[in-house]
């Protein structure tokens, strides 16, 4: 429940801070007094958006703050997925900045205005004289319809299924359209990947041809040169090979005279046997090597063949068009497998749409269990509240559609007087009855739902005399279940709160500030007999103000 609000610079309002019991809480005040002004800045801290306008003092910041008693409202997991730290007092912060910015905090945690507006759905209820235009709004009446048939957890459970039978519908078309674009595709595609899949290419195979037709175009120049090393090397007198033979006999006879000389004799063998073993190569690879114009043709057949898939794919690598092989080869498996992916699916869709529509006709038979039950208790409270000839009539019909909330059309109907044809909300009935049903479904829906605190602002308009008695024992009754706080202007709704409250204007120099106060036992038989008679209070009036109040 609503425990305190506090409000810095706001409007007319210095600052203010007020403490909230559980029960019925009554607030008064002439009109221009300021009520409006407290539950705009209440607004601001459940989430509504702000501007510089909400400054009383323009280079000031603006701050409101309203703590709660939560702790028995079951919300630990929303401020775990939220990250936000749970207090069984709860403080929400709203800041205004002179520059237009504005802050939320949760227990000093930074938050947005999103998290905002869902914590303050579980928190508090604000019925404002506009909220009865959601008596014709088919989603507020299927909302009382399914707070009575417990139908949440259903729905809820509804909803996740719909948001996957969506998801699926979604993935069945992509790939039906998937499947179009590849059969229109699929034969080119298919003389591509052929074509690819014939050249059997290999990754590093290009740099190998280009190296061998390199020596193969350069035959000649090769040869030659081999030839021209194997004479120096085996030339009679003059050749390497004569002449380290030569040189490696001289430092055989002298070795032995010194472990130098031994040393410069090992070296000159190790490098003789490697100039005899490189000879022994050249004289090999020269043997071997010849033009080979076939050869040559192939490799040249084999590179122009890479080159001209390159230049058809506009790539420069082999490893680009075995990509490109690949991709073309799951396009092409896509089109011959289409038909079981795309059965596999609409099997998921299928099995899905069987088990929301299991939902949907569940929550669908608990509706229609509970309309009439619905009917009955709001004409009867009706009844107490003046309007009792007043007949509802409510058509349920299971469709063929998925929407939101189950697949259900609802179409709400009311009939006024006996003898009246039923028509809308909008065209039966008043403003005062308006007010007068919605404070019906408010008491209905207090004993379904889990909220904490309701906030109802003058929803006594229009009525008067018996028909304030009885709306004020309906607050009353629902007070025993939740905080109920209520603004009015009729002292018959007044006298029966716990706790009075009066907002008022007071001038304070040149300024005019809106203050709120609770009221003593004395000030509350004034407000009251205030209220019944004017400002010129009479004995009557504070008479006729004790006979309320007792």
Known sequence: MLTNLSIKNYALIDSLSVDFEDSLSIITGETGAGKSILLGALGL????????????????????????????????????ANDIDFEEETIIRREILPSGKSRAFINDTPTTLQVLQSLSEKLIDVHSQHQTLQLSDTNFQFYIIDALANNTAKIASYKRGLKLFHTLKKELSALLEAQQQANNQYEYNLHLFKELEAANLEAEEQEAIEKELDKLTHVEEIKLNLTEAQSMALAEDIGIQTLLTKFSNNLSKIQSYSDEYGK????????????????????????????????????????????DLQKK????????????????????????????????????????????????????????????????????????????????????????????????????????????????????????????IMLAIKAILSSYSQLPTIIFDEIDTGVSGDVSQKMAEIMLQMSKNMQVITITHLPQIASKGKQHYKVYKETIGNNVVT????????????????????????????????QLLN
Do not use: W
């Not at 280079?59 to 401020?79: R, V």
């Not at 106060?517 to 008479?543: F, P």
């Open 45 to 80: 801290v459940l989430g509504k958006r702000a501007d510089l306008t909400a400054l009383k003092v323009a280079d000031k910041k603006c701050i409101i703050e309203a703590q709660f008693l939560i702790s028995n409202y079951k919300l630990e997991a929303f401020f775990e």
């Open 515 to 546: 203050k709120l106060k609770q009221l003593s036992e004395r000030e509350r038989i004034e407000e009251i007999a205030e209220m019944l008679g004017g400002k010129n209070i009479s004995s009557t009036a504070i008479e006729h103000a004790k």
């Open 264 to 307: 410069l004799y090992d070296r000159i063998v190790s490098l003789k046997i490697e100039f005899d073993d490189i000879l022994s190569e050249v004289e090999s690879v020269n043997e071997h090597i010849s033009y080979n114009p076939q050869e040559i043709e192939k490799l040249n057949n084999r590179l122009q063949l890479i080159y």
């Open 313 to 436: 794919h506009s790539v420069s690598s082999i490893s680009d068009l075995i990509k490109i092989q690949e991709t073309l080869f799951e396009k092409i498996k896509v089109v011959e497998n289409s038909e079981v992916l795309i059965s596999e699916k609409e099997n998921e869709v299928h099995e899905v749409a069987k088990k929301i529509d299991v939902l949907a006709t569940t929550i669908f038979n608990n509706r229609k269990k509970t309309v009439p039950v619905l009917i009955k208790k709001i004409e009867s409270l009706l009844a107490n509240l003046g309007m009792e000839n007043t007949r509802f009539k409510i058509d349920l019909n299971h469709t063929n559609q998925y929407f939101q909330n189950g697949k259900d059309e609802l179409k709400l109907y009311i009939s006024a007087n006996k003898g009246v044809n039923y028509g809308t909300l909008k065209k039966i009935a008043s403003g005062g009855e308006l007010s007068r």
